[in-house]
Nanobody, 117 residues
Framework: QVQVVESGGGLVQAGGSLRLSCAVS????????MAWYRQAPGKQRELVAV?????????NYADSAKGRFTISRDNAKNTVCLQMNSLKPEDTAVYYC?????????WGQGTQVTVSS
């Protein structure tokens, strides 16, 4: 059984930083990519950042995250992190980790990030 568990959320002042982690366990056929999404109250879930699986490490970011957020992956530990700097109140949301693998995608339960002004 595959499990995806996020951690690292919390309350931070505007301009501060947080580092989210996502740990994946279980039998996974092949990781295509890992991604961070977020969902603010009353809004749709949106992609924040994605990093490719396998030996590559290509990344892609939402415009709102470019220059402030960095996604990284540790293949040996099956973890993916999201370093968030210069946080803004509009970054407040529940952040979800998504694992994209052959045939099945997996979501974590989410971690709350609250940025106060």
């Amino acid at each position: 059984q595959v499990q995806v568990v996020e951690s690292g959320g919390g309350l931070v002042q505007a301009g501060g930083s947080l580092r989210l982690s996502c740990a994946v366990s279980g039998s996974i056929r092949s990781i295509i990519a890992m991604a961070w999404y977020r969902q603010a109250p009353g809004k749709q879930r949106e992609l924040v950042a994605v990093i490719s699986g396998g030996s590559g490490s290509s990344t892609n970011y939402a415009d709102s995250a470019k220059g402030r957020f960095t996604i990284s992956r540790d293949n040996a530990k099956n973890t993916v992190c999201l370093q968030m700097n210069s946080l803004k109140p509009e970054d407040t949301a529940v952040y979800y980790c998504k694992l994209l693998s052959l045939g099945t995608n997996y979501w974590g339960q989410g971690t709350q990030v609250t940025v106060s002004s």
